[in-house]
C-alpha cells in the first residue's frame, strides 16, 4: 500500500495535519509557500522587543491546545482574569471572583457594571461551564448583542465592557459575531488560563513543527503551489472514494511536479478556494490593525496584569501590557505596550495619528501621568485576520473531504476562526487524508 502525503501550507492546521499523518507512517513533505511557517500565527522580533503578528493569545483550556501541545513546555505567561474598564478619570476591575479572589472586592465595588449583571454573568458562567465540547456551534444561532440581550443583560453592561473586550477576541466592536463564538471562548475563558509563550507566539508553529520533523515530515518553505490535480485528469475534476482513489499531482511554481496518494490544502481560504474549487470556503475577512509602543527607559507601566479596555472610545480598543505579563518581550530597562485598533479605517491612518490616539487614551485614563515619550515600534497592518462569521456562518462551512478525489482541506475555516478551529482542522484532516492512504 502506497502512503504519501503533500501538505500546502504551514500553518497551524498544515502542521498538525502533517505530523499526524506521519505519526501514522505516511511519507510526508509540507509546502509553505512563505519563508517561514506559522501562517497568521507569527512573530517578529526589532530592537530588542518581540513583536507577534498582530494581538494575540493562547487560550490553554482549548481542547485541541490541550491535545496537540505542552502548554508547560510553551512556557505561557498568563494575563489576570477579567479585564480593567478605563474611561477618562476612571480605572474599574472587572474580574471572575472564581479565579481570582484578589480581584473580588474591586470587582464588586466596580460601578460600571450592575450587581444584577455581576450575578447574571456568573449564571452565564455556570450555564456555559454544563456544555460539552459537541454542544457548541449547533442549534440556533444570532449575534453576540441578541445573546446578551436574551439573557437580560443592560445595555451599559454590553457597552462598558463586552464591546471592547469581545471587540478584541471576534475583532467586531459591533458585536454582530455569532453567539456561538462568544459561548466556546467564555466557557474557555473559565476554565483556563488566557496567556502568551515566553518566546512569542512563534513558539507555537515551533513546537509543531518540531513534532512534525521529529515523525518524518520534510518542510520545505520558499515553495509555492500552483495547482493540485487528480492523477493525469486536470484539476481536481471528480471524487473516487477513498477505496478507488489513484492520487494526484501538486504542481509547484517552478514547473517541477510530486506525485501523491494524499494532498491537505492547508493554504490561506483564498487560495483554498483557488486551488480546490470549494465554493463554501469563506473569503470575506475581518481587518485587524496593532500598534506596538514603548515607554522611554526606566519607565514602569503596571496594570496588575490585565488588559485596558477603552469604555468611551473604539480608538484604541484596547490597550494591553504585554512586557508586564511577559517581561520577555522587551529588553530590561523598557515597557512594551500594544494597542488594538478595528474595523477598516485604521488600516490606512497613519502611524503618528494610531500612536496619539493611545497616548491621548492612556493620559486620560492615567490623570497625572505623562506619556509624552511613547514611541512606536511598529504597527502591523492584517487585512483578513479572521475571516468573517456572522450568524449561522458555520453551518454553512465546507467540511474537510468536500473537494473532489484524494484531497482534503485543513483550516480555521472548516471549524471556527481561532487557534482552536486550526489545530481541531489538523486533526480532521489528518483523519479524512488517511482514508486514501
Not at 478605563?86 to 472564581?98: A, H, M, Q, W
Not at 455556570?126 to 440556533?140: C, I, M
Not at 509624552?372 to 458555520?394: K, N, Y
Amino acid at each position: 500500500m502506497s502512503r504519501d502525503a503533500t501538505v500546502v501550507g504551514g500553518g497551524l492546521a498544515g502542521l498538525v495535519a502533517a505530523a499526524r499523518l506521519a505519526e501514522r507512517g505516511a511519507d510526508v513533505t509540507l509546502y509553505e509557500r512563505r519563508p517561514e511557517i506559522g501562517g497568521r500565527v507569527r512573530t517578529e522580533t526589532a530592537d530588542g522587543f518581540t513583536l507577534d503578528r498582530g494581538f494575540q493569545v493562547l487560550f490553554t483550556s482549548y481542547p485541541a491546545v490541550e491535545r496537540e501541545l505542552d502548554a508547560d513546555a510553551l512556557d505561557v505567561r498568563g494575563f489576570s482574569p477579567g479585564a480593567t474598564i478605563c474611561r477618562p478619570g476612571s480605572r474599574s476591575i472587572l474580574s471572575d471572583p472564581l479565579r481570582d479572589p484578589r480581584g473580588a472586592i474591586p470587582s464588586l465595588l466596580n460601578d460600571e457594571v450592575s450587581f444584577s449583571d455581576k450575578l447574571r454573568t456568573l449564571a452565564l458562567r455556570h450555564d456555559l461551564s454544563k456544555r460539552e465540547e459537541d454542544d457548541f456551534f449547533v442549534g440556533r444561532d444570532a449575534s453576540i448583542r441578541e445573546y446578551l440581550r436574551e439573557w437580560g443583560f443592560a445595555d451599559e453592561y454590553v457597552e462598558n465592557f463586552v464591546e471592547p473586550f469581545y471587540g478584541g477576541i471576534a475583532l467586531d466592536r459591533t458585536l454582530s459575531t455569532s453567539k456561538h463564538v462568544f459561548e466556546y471562548t467564555f466557557q474557555a475563558m473559565s476554565r483556563g488560563e488566557i496567556g502568551v509563550p515566553a518566546d512569542g507566539m512563534r513558539a507555537i508553529p515551533e513546537a509543531l513543527a518540531a513534532r512534525a520533523r521529529e515523525a518524518g515530515v520534510t518542510i520545505e518553505t520558499g515553495e509555492d503551489v500552483e495547482s493540485v490535480r487528480i492523477a493525469g485528469q486536470g484539476r481536481i475534476p471528480f471524487r473516487t472514494g477513498s477505496g478507488d482513489a489513484e492520487g494526484a499531482t501538486v504542481e509547484l511554481a517552478d514547473g517541477s511536479t510530486r506525485e501523491t496518494d494524499a494532498v491537505v490544502v492547508a493554504a490561506t481560504p483564498p487560495e483554498a478556494r483557488r486551488l480546490t474549487g470549494v465554493k463554501s470556503i469563506p473569503t470575506e475577512g475581518v481587518p485587524n490593525v496593532t500598534g506596538w509602543y514603548t515607554l522611554p527607559a526606566g519607565e514602569s507601566f503596571e496594570t496588575g496584569g490585565r488588559i485596558l479596555l477603552n469604555a468611551a472610545d473604539d480608538s484604541p480598543n484596547a490597550v494591553v501590557p504585554l512586557s508586564e505579563v511577559a517581561p520577555e518581550y522587551a529588553p530590561d530597562d523598557r515597557a512594551l505596550l500594544a494597542a488594538t485598533f478595528l474595523g477598516e479605517a485604521p488600516l490606512d491612518r497613519p502611524a503618528a495619528g494610531l500612536r496619539d490616539d493611545v497616548r491621548d487614551a492612556l493620559s486620560a485614563w492615567y490623570p497625572g501621568r505623562d506619556f509624552g515619550g511613547l514611541e512606536t515600534v511598529d504597527v502591523h497592518r492584517i487585512p483578513f485576520a479572521q475571516f468573517a462569521q456572522p450568524p449561522g456562518v458555520h453551518a454553512d462551512l465546507p467540511a474537510p473531504d468536500d473537494p473532489e478525489g484524494p484531497v482534503v482541506l485543513a483550516g480555521d475555516y472548516t471549524e471556527w476562526s481561532s487557534i482552536q478551529g486550526a489545530l481541531e482542522s489538523g486533526r480532521t484532516a489528518a483523519e479524512a487524508a488517511g482514508e486514501y492512504l
